[in-house]
């Protein structure tokens, strides 16, 4: 089992529909959580970041984590066919040089 | 200006044959990485070096060989390529390793074919 589940869809949606995008994790020492977008043909890029558990807001997007679940959420509201791309979670322990443990990602299609 | 660079951005090459690919980031940054992406699009961390010094070396197979002649530079040499190699190669950099942030960079991928 890894250490970091997501589904890799790909998730259909049409323009302007609320996405909702979700990781879960096994291991409760992670403490920082992040979602990076990649495009295709192209390296991931950082959207957002998560200190332990609560809600961060960005714009269009939301990052929430419930660590008693173990489980982390983006949502994209009022979402645009450039959303369209592969959106990877990833999440890391407290101390000292820790490596990133990464999703498999989801693939999300935004219809316009 | 490119922030991580990576060169070159497509490698097919024979099995058994040795191959590098070079890194680079104008970013300041003093940690640099290596990942593997498979076919499933996972991301998966090779190693890690934190102004020229090795800190993270996952189990990878020792056909693979990091350099970092300094801390803008990360560069992967692969020995007798095989067929499992075949991937997409990212390089990234983070300001500091074990900072709280670590924001990683990661540059445009390389993807490797070995026939």
């Known amino acids: 089992q890894k250490e970091v589940e997501q589904d890799p869809g790909p998730l259909s949606v049409p323009e302007g529909a609320i996405v909702s995008l979700n990781c879960t994790y096994s291991?409760?020492?992670?403490?920082?959580f992040m979602w990076y977008r990649q495009y295709s043909r192209k390296g991931p890029e950082l959207l957002m970041y998560?200190?332990?558990?609560g809600n961060k807001e960005d714009g269009r997007f939301t990052a929430q984590v419930d660590k008693s679940s173990k489980y982390i959420s983006l949502f994209i509201r009022d979402s645009q066919p450039s959303d369209s791309a592969t959106y990877l979670c990833?999440?890391?322990?407290?101390?000292?040089?820790?490596?990133?443990?990464f999703g498999t990602g989801t693939r999300l299609l935004v219809s316009p | 200006d490119t922030a991580v660079s990576q060169t070159p951005k497509y490698l097919v090459t024979q099995m058994g044959n040795d191959k590098s690919i070079k890194c680079e980031q104008n970013?300041?940054?003093?940690?640099m990485y290596w990942y593997k992406q498979d076919s499933k699009k996972f991301l998966k961390i090779m190693f890690s070096?934190?102004?020229?010094?090795?800190?993270i070396n996952e189990t990878v197979p020792n056909r693979f060989s990091p350099k970092s002649p300094d801390k803008a530079h990360l560069n992967l040499h692969i020995n007798s390529l095989e067929l499992g190699d075949s991937a997409v190669y990212f390089c990234?950099?983070?300001?500091?390793?074990?900072?709280?942030?670590?924001?990683?960079?990661f540059g445009p991928g390389t993807r490797l074919t070995v026939l």
């Open positions: 990234a950099s983070s300001p500091i390793a074990g900072l709280q942030s670590d924001t990683q960079y």
């Open positions: 291991n409760s020492a992670f403490q920082y």
């Open positions: 998560t200190y332990s558990s």
């Open positions: 990833a999440m890391r322990k407290n101390t000292g040089f820790q490596k990133l443990v």
């Open positions: 970013l300041g940054h003093d940690t």
């Open positions: 070096y934190n102004n020229k010094e090795l800190i």
